[in-house]
């Protein structure tokens, strides 16, 4: 059967503003279960730096009903830190037969 791992999400909030009126934010981090960690293409790795500039390290596949912000966001596995670029690709829950409708790329960070 097929499972996934339990990922490390850093949740950013907006916690105020600085003296030049900007956002600060804190990252609080909360484990996601059952996350999907794929390996990337050789296509993968390619297009997205000649897209992006960013070296694609995983894909990660977000399971079904999960409601947090995945969107330029840090998450620890692998007992590493990667971040997640590019925007978060969805499906359609019900048309898909698996656990996983959502997925996000990273790249490796610090």
């Known amino acids: 059967m097929i499972h996934g791992i ?6 950013k909030s907006q916690t105020g503003t600085d003296a030049f009126n900007a956002p600060v934010y804190t990252e609080t981090p909360i484990d996601v279960p059952n996350v999907l960690v794929g390996e990337p293409t050789a296509e993968d790795i390619v297009n997205d730096l000649q897209l992006y500039g960013k070296r694609i390290a995983y894909t990660l596949g977000i399971p079904k009903g999960d409601a947090h912000d995945w969107e330029n966001a840090t998450v620890e596995f692998f007992g590493k830190k990667f971040r997640t670029y590019g925007g ?12 996983w409708n959502k997925k996000v790329k990273v790249e490796r960070y610090g």
């Open 6 to 11: 339990t990922v490390r999400l850093h949740v």
């Open 88 to 99: 978060v690709t969805q499906g359609i829950e019900d048309l898909i037969p698996l656990l």
